[in-house]
């Protein structure tokens, strides 16, 4: 077995399916390994299923939900899995999850080489669990695969030891195999959508939906909007809302739509029908600038590793504050903006680079 392929999330199991596509293609031996990390049926299954991709030649149900915990559970599961294989040249991971923490140690601790897909991104917000881990897993990799020259700069100016390419963003791959395929499911999503215009939101991450104050703010938000919301809720928001009184507070707007987690056509469908998409999702940025879509987005948070996004006029950082927040979505909607016809996250051919890339280079 040459390659390993370790996801564990349902951006990961996006992002990895390009290179998985193109590892078939060329019929090249591989092992597709899932983690179980998001282990709702919604979130994890549904994309495999969706995008077509093979059955995990390994899976597990993890019983730590605690981080710290989760990694050593997956670092032992993993290396059992590692340790029935033919020693394999090189294991792909992709992004900054703990899944990715816990596949780059084993790879280390093995001897494996490690290549990190969408190496470089930086936040400098240390609030974030991912930029923690986006770091560790840059500075244990041999082959770092930069989206873009700003991700690049970021690796050389760390020093990292591996070899760096720039190769694109394989998000941009996967929104050119699949965007078509939304047409399975366009008239059905917006037959149930009560509104005749809406904006997106989402928001999920860790330091917006653990603080309390936040998420009020965020109520505040989504009750004086002029515009209906359409709110696809991830499972952790939904929790610490019921966690702490606020549930009610969000069901009780009469200009919000909640739906449950959706899968990956669906949910392409509300972007590319809303008018505006306020997020804390970095990977919804990077999609909102895809051709087919383009869409302006106001990135709920202070800071954002994907800055491209903001340099070419698709997102504006917004923060969390209801005042500054509502008074940029008022702006931003009585605006004429032109978007660039072009994502700047790449050119649909990242994963034929990255497997070019692993294929000169081990040999394979």
Known sequence: MSIVIVVGTRPEIIKMAPIVKELQNRAFDFSFVHTGQHYDYEMNKVFIEELDLPEPDASFILENKNPAAQIGEMMIKLERVIEKLAKPKI???QGDTNTMVAAGLVALKHGIRLGHVEAGLRSYDWRMPE???RRMIDHVSDYLFAPTEIAK?????EHV????FVTGNTIIDALDMYFNRINEVEDNILNIIKFNE????????AENVDNPQILKDFIRILQRSSVPIIFPIHPRTKRRLQEYGLWNEVTNISHI????????FEFLVLMKYSKVILTDSGGIQEEATYPGIRKPVLVLR??????EAVIHGFARIVGTNPVAVLAELEKILNEKIKLPEKSPFGDG?????IVDIISSELEI
């Not at 030891?161 to 760096?164: D, L, R």
């Not at 809406?198 to 991450?205: A, E, G, K, Q, W």
């Not at 051919?349 to 680079?353: G, M």
Request: no cysteine; proline share 7%.
């Open 161 to 164: 030891w591996g070899e760096i």
């Open 153 to 157: 700069r970021n690796l050389i100016e």
């Open 131 to 133: 930029e923690h881990n």
């Open 257 to 264: 739509q909640i739906f449950p987690p959706l899968g990956y």
């Open 302 to 307: 202070t800071s954002t590793e994907r800055p």
């Open 198 to 205: 809406y904006i997106l939101v989402t928001f999920h991450r």
């Open 349 to 353: 051919k990242a994963a034929k680079r």
């Open 91 to 93: 294991m792909l991971i």
